[in-house]
């Protein structure tokens, strides 16, 4: 065969086993069915600027809300929070995984078997964000100790540097969830909710009260108000309903002056106060 017959046939080959590749590669594709196009993995941001702000998707902002809430109630130093919340990152990435290691569970990998509680206790966020407080608390020397340190202390791990992986962006989401920087967590909500009116408005109040307490949040149909002693707490408060808003279906947070939408995912200032500036109110999908 000539050279030039030869090489012919070779290309002919060549497009005959492309062609099948290819339809080989689309035929998987479709019976896979990808998601397309597939969403950011990240709806919220935390922290008072660009430069200086902390990506988190939407559960992870609510389980660091919490995590804060708790801290707060309980009174303990911003330092214990940022502590807490770099080692539920480490721990679960802010998750609240439902087991691990061995028969670690939860946020920061807590083991029934190490005397932490039961596993339903361990498994709710609150629970076991008090029991780590009481944990660091009892560490002598914990606030001049750093992050990774402190939290070695109460978890021993098999990486007691690890944590400190996760101080910087720990105190960037404390700072804000405490209210010492307003107007810095901001979330957008792409997900429908699983519940809409006073059933959502009930919800939210629900959630409200496990975090803060009993007596917290005033419920009127399609919101919740809450009121609030000074800018910080109300600041603690918007906060913390901007980052469970997706799975409270939560639409719009005003504070005095200050709104968040849903659809913005931002803070804007308003011409004029559109809530008391000790309220801070939040409106639920209708």
Known sequence: MRKGAVLAAGFMAFVVLAGVGIFTVVKMLGDVQLPLPIPSAYQCKVGPGPDDQVKLSAGQAANAATIAAVGIRRGVPKQAIV?????AWQESDLENLSGGDRDSIGLFQQRPSQGWGTAEQIADPRYAAGRFYSALLKVKGWQEMRVTDAAQAVQRSAYPEAYEDHAADSDVVATALIGDAGGSVGCTVEDDPAERGPAAAQALIQGLRLDWGDSTGKLDANSVA???KNEKSGWQY?????AHATERGVTQVTFGANQWTAESGTWTRASAESAPGTVVVADVHA
């Not at 502590?83 to 080692?87: E, H, S, Y």
């Not at 918007?238 to 901007?242: E, T």
């Open 226 to 228: 809450v009121t609030v």
């Open 83 to 87: 502590v807490a919340l770099a080692t």
């Open 238 to 242: 918007a906060h913390w309903l901007v």
